[in-house]
């Protein structure tokens, strides 16, 4: 009789000790400083650059502006819960997306090592929206 209750609360005790670990763990901020050349045509303008930068944003579904010149500010609200911030400045030749601010993102500076962790969820957005600059470029230069 005792196993019947026992197995049972053993799958819900396994089931949410799956769900809170595989929750938002922090991990190395990645897209913080980093920059990617393009590889251009000598044609390719900073103009050019802004307005892949600016449609990727757009299908990734963060909202841009121009924070001042060759630099654009995009931000991104997940399920009104997550809300990140970074700067991309880019020239005729390369862009570097980094890191502004956050909500709800466990973004915090590492005493013991020196480096700053986020939620992991951050670099899967990031990244989205990095490799969408890269295929926007690539279709302006063809």
């Not at 909202?63 to 400045?89: C, K, P, W």
């Amino acid at each position: 009789m005792k196993r019947h209750f026992f197995f049972p609360l053993m799958l819900v005790l396994l089931a949410f000790s799956v769900i809170c670990g595989c929750g938002a763990a922090s991990t190395p901020l990645t897209y913080g400083g980093g920059s990617a050349r393009a590889l251009l045509q000598k044609d390719f303008t900073a103009a050019d650059m802004r307005e892949a930068i600016l449609r990727a944003c757009y299908m990734t579904q963060w909202h841009a502006a121009d924070a001042d010149a060759n630099t654009i500010e995009a931000r991104t609200l997940v399920g009104n819960r997550y809300s990140v911030v970074v700067v991309i400045r880019y020239s005729a030749a390369e862009y570097a997306i980094n890191y502004r601010d956050s909500v709800n993102m466990d973004y915090a500076f590492n005493d013991a090592d020196g480096t700053y962790t986020i939620n992991r969820k951050y670099n899967v957005w990031v990244g989205k929206l990095d490799r969408s600059i890269q295929t926007h470029i690539a279709q302006r230069t063809i």
